[in-house]
């Protein structure tokens, strides 16, 4: 499934948080969305999941409106996992996984074989079926953030919406975790820190400061040592992975007196 966010601007008491964001993510690609702190990422993938609507513009999955369908229907065509999930209830993370089946369900309706199976493959894909039983509460944070992953992949949905997905992994979960959603087939829209994991795994990305599309494209062509002084302060040592061959980026500070090596 496509997804297109054209000309898109969200205004919060009066402040320009996005403005005129277009973005493409093709069926199937894995898209990551990069820029610092406060740059406006997660207000954008907000809109993308219908949590929040924009002030202007459209978010649109193979052409139709995504704010203009049902909250059924929505919730069926786009998963979510928020950067921030609050649980106020002890669930077990079977439990939590079952949630991602709403969607298909009728009101009132009993859960189905094709309900447990969904789950079931939801978690052993996110390596969690031994966490089926344990209190979500009393997880680790990258067991909870597997298992909120597989509540997602539960879901079924065409398009997955990730706000910083490696948050609380430790470096091997990371690793796992992008190949993992990239394999589901599903257009994916994903806000990341890290710019190695994005170099590493994202087919496009998209640069956002302060609320704008500042470069678009593949990483090698998105991510260079100009780019990356003017938008992170950093500079970068651009180096080849041993074994892979991916670009990877070594990075230091930038000189006080400005971004000239």
Do not use: W
């Not at 993370?93 to 309706?109: I, K, N």
């Not at 199976?117 to 209190?135: N, T």
């Not at 398009?159 to 470096?171: A, K």
């Not at 938008?231 to 500070?253: I, N």
């Amino acid at each position: 499934m496509n997804v297109d966010i054209d000309d898109l601007t969200v205004t919060v008491h009066g402040a320009r948080l996005v403005k005129d964001v277009s973005l493409h993510a093709g069926s199937g690609r894995l898209v990551g969305l990069v820029g610092p702190n406060g740059s406006g990422k997660s207000t954008l993938l907000r809109c993308a999941y219908r949590a929040l609507r924009p002030s202007a513009g459209t978010v649109r999955l193979d052409g139709d409106d995504l704010h203009a369908l049902s909250q059924r229907e929505g919730a069926r065509r786009v998963a979510a996992l928020p950067q921030e999930t609050v649980g106020e209830f002890d669930f077990t993370a079977g439990e939590v996984v079952a949630m991602g089946r709403l969607p298909h369900q009728r009101a009132a309706a009993r859960t189905t074989a094709d309900d447990r199976a969904a789950c079931r493959a939801a978690l052993d894909a996110v390596g969690a079926a031994h966490l089926a039983d344990r209190g979500f509460l009393s997880l680790s944070g990258g067991e909870k953030q597997r298992v909120l992953i597989a509540r997602a992949l539960a879901q079924r949905p065409r398009v997955l919406v990730l706000d910083e997905p490696t948050n609380h992994l430790d470096i091997a979960q990371q690793l796992e975790v992008l190949p993992l959603v990239r394999a589901s087939g599903l257009t994916v829209l994903t806000a990341l820190h890290d710019l190695n994991l994005a170099a590493a795994y994202c087919d496009v990305l998209y640069v956002i400061e302060r609320g704008r599309i500042v470069a678009d494209g593949p990483p090698p062509k998105v991510l260079t040592d100009d780019l990356l002084a003017e938008v992170f302060g950093v500079r970068a040592h651009r180096v080849r992975h041993p074994a892979s061959g991916a670009m990877q980026l070594l990075f230091d500070r930038l000189p006080s007196d400005g971004p000239t090596p």
